[in-house]
């Protein structure tokens, strides 16, 4: 998939990752499966609600992980 798109979760990470980290992981990922470095402006608003989408889904899932032997986050 996208080699450019880092793990975000402990351990890989130990800190938390930034609302920054999961738009660009977002970002790279709408642009792999879109086959688009940047959208034309005719397709630059669906480009960017998927960005938000997979981003604001990134960050549900990094909040619902449980990753054993690694203290949950504070949130």
């Known amino acids: 998939?996208?080699?450019s798109i880092k793990t975000l979760r402990p351990p890989v990470l130990?800190?938390?990752?930034?609302?920054?980290d999961m738009r660009a992981a977002a970002l790279q990922y709408v642009?792999?499966?879109?086959?688009?470095r940047a959208p034309a402006a005719h397709n630059?608003?669906?480009f960017e609600q998927a960005v938000e989408a997979v981003?604001?889904?990134t960050a549900e899932l990094l909040e619902g992980?449980?990753?054993?032997?690694?203290s949950?986050?504070?949130?």
Do not use: D, H, I, N
Not at 14 to 20: C, G, I, L, R
Not at 31 to 36: C, M, Q, W
Not at 65 to 70: D, I, K, M
Not at 72 to 75: D, K, N, S
């Open 72 to 75: 949950r986050r504070a949130g």
């Open 31 to 36: 642009r792999k499966v879109s086959g688009f």
């Open 14 to 20: 130990p800190e938390e990752a930034t609302e920054e």
């Open 65 to 70: 992980l449980e990753v054993r032997g690694v």
């Open 55 to 57: 981003a604001a889904a």
């Open 44 to 46: 630059r608003e669906v």
């Open 1 to 3: 998939m996208c080699r």
